[in-house]
């Protein structure tokens, strides 16, 4: 499968925007993790900025990073955000109030549970109406989401908008199901390169052992890989920093990869820093 | 679009284990739902349950994955010879080649939920371990089931509320056109669970009898609990491995000519009041079949028995189909059963196409006098050729797909 990056958005600790990442990947400076950014959600109405858990914050973030970063009518894209469980929050919210006497839990909260609650807020936000798919397998979700998004890419002939994303949970679910941080990445996905075009992606999932998933060389990023899901992203966004063209495995499922040659476009577009400067107010979908 | 053949099938929910318990309990009119006695749940409401999971473990090889979800899985599996004709698919194409896709909402969070009241006093800690992945994360029942069927071919859970297991069967398209994959296990599964019932309660959504989809009276859901399967190939990955004509009495009827899916952009919990999205993904459904709005024989609706839902639909299906279209919605047999919504209305259109039935919906005393759909009350018996199946859902998630039935002339030609 051939497809087109048109626009990468990132979050993590001490990292807000692809440039961030991509200097670091480049090698400009070294990865020292950091606090959260703030959340760049003003794109959500005033009601719906109010209802939005974290893993809405985040999602929505990082969809208009890729948007924005693309250049596209963020109407245009079909949505696929891939996540191994959504809110953590929400969900361990929800299951101790059912453990209570009185069993009350708010229908925001309700509502804000479901998987595709996020996909619902950004939608909402930019009056979207193409499809919207949330999808997850645990550890595998990032190559999951990727393909799902690259087989919509292929089969449709459209864009797609994938985010990968997750958040932490709280005590006590954080001891069963350990997820270390906040992380999440986007990609805007095209059928044909535009101008905007920044890389060739050929996907393919691989049954012969191909060995294990590529790892970070970089020691604090190779950790971030192993301890959030959304992050196994990481050796694609490798690939994506570099001048040249390389090619990259994601893990998939046990035996199997998705294997991703990565081919550098170089455009007029890059030559102009603001097609990268996605973290203006005023650059808003 | 390039059909696919739904060349098994099984479904397990309120109205009994297998495909024919559904059918019968169509033709005879008899419901599935009864007044709630699940847990110690004290809501004044029915439920569609099924009957026994409580103990019907999974087998010993998938003990980690013990939860009511997947055994609602299992016990759905082990029906109507689904195990042997995906094991003779997995002969065919080599299990690699062979995808499973699955549709659920809340996964098993029950087991989570009665976690919780188990918790240490003295330190909040969960009993463990908790095999919360194997349980409850929403990959849970597609790496059971596709455990449970030897399969290694792509695995992907999708999550999207109610219309969840209807979107598996347009993934599941796309793979297998892109060629990642010869043929699928696409499927849906949702169990009852407390966050469920209470967060639809906390909604007002929740109706204290029966539901009574698009009755003037209608007021609210009723929850249940179903799983679905269909295993789904290409005519001519059959045709090049010597399976067409198919031998007698392993006849495929049921083809997937269409999906459809969008959003409505309006609301979390409220679809939009003239059902635009739901308009949108009915046209798409349409328009990859190759089918003018005529030419479907009956719409099973998504039909939930919520005011606003209802009135949503009905708005959508009149402004596409007119209002001569038979429609119905079935889920006054099984209740609402979210996430598996999808899948068990996609294997009732499969039924419907099978045996020429359009049920009446059951429970609708009075249409509501608004409507202006041909909602259908009682059951007839006509040939059916094709069936258009909505499912919409929280986020504003629409998906429709269209069936129709294989002609023997589609059997030589593919």
Redesign the interface.
């Known amino acids: 499968m051939k497809l087109y990056v048109d626009g990468i958005g990132l979050f993590a600790p001490g990292l807000h925007g692809w440039a961030d990442l991509a200097a670091i990947l480049r090698g400009e400076r070294r990865y020292e993790g950091g606090e959260l950014p703030a959340f760049d959600h003003a794109v959500l109405p005033a009601t719906e900025r109010r209802r939005a858990g974290k893993s809405i914050k985040l999602a929505v973030d990082l969809a208009g990073q890729a948007v924005r970063a693309a250049g596209i009518d963020p109407t245009e894209p079909a949505i696929v955000f891939a996540s191994t469980t959504g809110d953590t929050e929400v969900l361990t919210d929800i299951c101790a109030a059912l453990a209570t006497e009185d069993r009350m839990i708010s229908p925001m909260r309700f509502h804000n549970s479901v998987h595709n609650a996020a996909s619902g807020y950004w939608t909402i936000a930019v009056g979207s109406r193409q499809p919207a798919n949330a999808i997850a397998l645990h550890e595998r979700t990032a190559a999951a989401g990727l393909l799902e998004a690259a087989v919509q890419v292929v089969a449709e002939g459209i864009p797609v908008l994938l985010a990968v994303y997750d958040i932490p949970f709280p005590p006590p679910l954080n001891a069963a199901e350990p997820i270390a941080t906040v992380f999440g990445a986007s990609l805007l996905l095209r059928p044909e390169p535009t101008t905007h075009t920044l890389a060739e992606l050929t996907i393919e999932r691989t049954k012969e052992d191909g060995g294990a998933a590529d790892t970070m060389h970089d020691p604090e990023l190779e950790t971030l890989r192993r301890g959030v899901p959304a992050a196994r992203i990481l050796p694609l966004l490798q690939a994506l920093a570099g001048d040249s063209g390389t090619t990259v495995t994601l893990d998939y499922l046990a035996g199997q990869c998705v294997r991703i040659a990565v081919m550098p476009v170089r455009t007029a577009a890059h030559n102009n820093p603001n097609n990268q400067a996605n973290q203006t107010p005023e650059a808003q979908p | 679009m390039r059909p696919l053949w739904l060349t098994a099938s099984t479904m397990t929910n309120a109205l009994g284990r297998g495909r024919a318990a559904t059918l019968a309990a169509l033709e005879a009119r008899r419901t599935g739902l009864a007044p709630c006695d699940f847990l110690d749940v004290d809501l004044d409401t029915w439920v569609g349950r099924v009957a026994g999971l409580e103990d019907l473990p999974v087998i010993d090889a998938l003990d980690d994955y013990d939860c009511r979800n997947n055994r609602l899985a299992q016990l759905a599996l082990r029906q109507d010879g689904f195990e042997a004709a995906v094991a003779a698919a997995r002969s065919r194409y080599g299990a ?1 080649r062979v995808a499973v896709i699955m549709g659920t ?1 809340t996964s098993g ?1 029950l087991h ?2 009665l ?3 188990e ?1 240490d006093p003295e ?4 009993p ?3 095999h ?2 194997e349980t409850h ?3 849970s029942v ?2 059971f089931t596709r455990r449970y069927l030897g399969l ?1 071919g ?8 109610c219309s969840s297991s209807a ?1 598996v069967f ?2 599941a ?3 297998i ?2 060629g ?1 994959c010869d043929a699928a296990v696409v499927g849906g599964v949702d169990s009852l669970c ?2 469920t019932l ?3 309660a ?2 007002e959504l929740v109706a204290p009898g029966p539901c009574r989809p698009a009755d003037a009276e209608r007021d609210g859901i009723s929850i249940g609990e179903a799983a679905g399967f269909a295993l789904l190939e290409r005519p001519d990955a059959r045709s090049e491995r010597g399976l067409n004509p198919p031998v007698e009495g392993e006849r495929p009827t049921t083809a997937l000519l269409g999906y459809g ?9 409220t679809p939009h009041p003239e059902g ?2 739901a308009r ?1 993904a009915m046209q798409a459904a349409l328009e990859r079949a190759g089918l003018a709005p005529s030419a479907i024989d009956y719409i099973n609706l998504h039909g939930t028995a919520s005011r606003t839902n209802d009135s949503a639909e009905d708005k959508a299906v009149s402004q596409l189909f007119g209002h001569s279209v038979p429609c119905s919605s079935t889920k006054g047999w099984t209740g609402h059963t979210l996430g598996a919504a999808g899948i068990t209305e996609a294997l009732i259109a499969s039924l419907c196409i099978e045996h020429g039935l359009i049920p009446g919906s059951l429970n609708t005393e009075t249409v509501d006098p608004d409507f202006t759909s041909a909602i259908q009350r009682d059951n007839r018996h006509q040939p059916v050729h094709y069936v258009l199946s909505n499912s919409f ?5 629409n998906a429709s797909l269209v069936f129709g039935r294989i002609a023997a002339a589609d059997e030589v030609s593919a």
């Open positions: 690699d909402s969070i989570t939920e976690a919780f009241r918790r330190t909040g800690a969960l463990a371990p908790l919360y992945r994360e929403l990959s597609a790496e290694t792509p695995t992907l859970s999708i999550s999207t509320a979107k347009a993934s398209w796309r793979l056109e892109t990642l407390l966050t209470y967060g639809f906390s909604l899916e969008s959003v409505d952009a309006h609301h979390m919990s635009l999205g949108l859902g929280f986020g504003g998630n």
